[in-house]
């Protein structure tokens, strides 16, 4: 009698596990992440949280999908067609001065990937270096936009730097093939590339060391779900802080979570160099003791600053509340 009440009470314990087990998987929410661009090192602490079990364990079902540009990206986080985004926050700025629904709440990239990047030989290691050389860049682009500041700000002319023009692949095969000296790109995006490609070491020239840094790479959500469904964005946060802090201890399980996920993002080495050269851009001098993705307000005021001089965006910098916000962080 007594072994048929204790199997009996096993059996419902174990029942009400497995109730619980299945309510719990039915209730997870489906949540799209879109990201900037196309997969390489930066995205690989999201994949890393979804193989670790941090966003399942927060009842998120996270489905990472890549993107086609920050601009795309806030448009259709704006929209509503994906939970979060990744994009850069000055992108992003500028949407929501024009009315689009959009704010980021967390930042992963507050320093500044933006760099002048060129073969390590060609001795551009400060912007007077850059003086009788030729640049590539992109025209409209956020780093021709910020190029005009990082000339001012270090005392240079227009007309001391030749220009060219072209995209993504064109800047990279002129600095390649040596017609240009160097190019204007993210430091985890093309320095890695141009280094596999042809086996040379390039040295990058950040802008943020040389008086020019906007935080970057932001989550991005609409106003409405903070305001409908505040929850889901501090269980999202809370699970992106813990895969962050994993990826910096363990950057090639990062690495291996995302080629698992997409075996074409690239060669295993490059994106490990990319993820590695990106782990310094986590924090500025102000955040360097706090969270991963906790943004000090004096830096989104000098981002804003800079934008409102140089990028043509018609806004207050002390109103910094309106663009960012770190209440849906964990304390």
Request: net charge neutral; glycine share 8%.
């Amino acid at each position: 009698m007594a072994l048929g009440k204790t199997f009996g009470a096993w059996a419902l314990g174990a029942a009400s596990i497995l109730l619980c087990s299945t309510l719990s998987a039915a209730a997870a929410d489906k949540v799209t992440l879109l990201l900037n661009w196309y997969n390489y090192g930066e995205h690989a602490p999201f994949y890393l949280g979804i193989e670790k079990g941090y966003f399942p364990a927060e009842g998120i079902e996270l489905s990472v999908e890549e993107g086609r540009g920050s601009g795309a990206t806030v448009q259709a986080v704006a929209a509503g067609s994906a939970t979060f985004g990744y994009a850069d926050f000055g992108t992003m700025v500028k949407a929501a001065v024009k009315g689009a629904p959009i704010k980021a709440v967390g930042i992963m990239l507050q320093k500044s990937p933006m760099a002048v990047q060129g073969f390590a030989d060609k001795n551009i290691r400060t912007p007077k270096d850059m003086i009788g050389k030729t640049v590539v860049y992109t025209p409209g682009d956020s780093f021709s936009q910020l190029w005009p500041a990082l000339l001012k700000v270090n005392g240079i002319q227009d007309n001391q730097v030749k220009v060219i023009t072209g995209d993504a692949a064109t800047k990279r095969n002129a600095v390649i093939s040596g017609q240009a000296d160097f190019l204007l790109g993210n430091v985890n995006d093309q320095k890695p590339l141009i280094e596999e490609a042809t086996g040379k070491p390039v040295y990058a020239m950040l802008f943020a060391d040389f008086g020019v840094n906007t935080v970057n790479g932001s989550v991005i959500v609409r106003p409405d779900l903070l305001e409908k469904n505040p929850d889901l964005a501090k269980r999202f946060l809370r699970a992106l802080q813990k895969s962050i802090a994993e990826a910096k201890s363990n950057p090639q399980a990062a690495v291996d979570a995302m080629l698992k996920v997409n075996p074409k993002a690239g060669k295993r080495e490059t994106l490990l160099a990319s993820w590695t050269v990106t782990l310094p851009l986590l924090h500025t001098a102000l955040t360097e003791q706090k969270p991963p993705l906790w943004t000090d307000p004096k830096d989104i005021s000098g981002t804003l600053d800079i934008l409102s001089k140089y990028s043509g965006v018609d806004l207050d910098p002390a109103q910094g509340a309106k663009f960012y916000t770190n209440d849906f962080l964990p304390n």
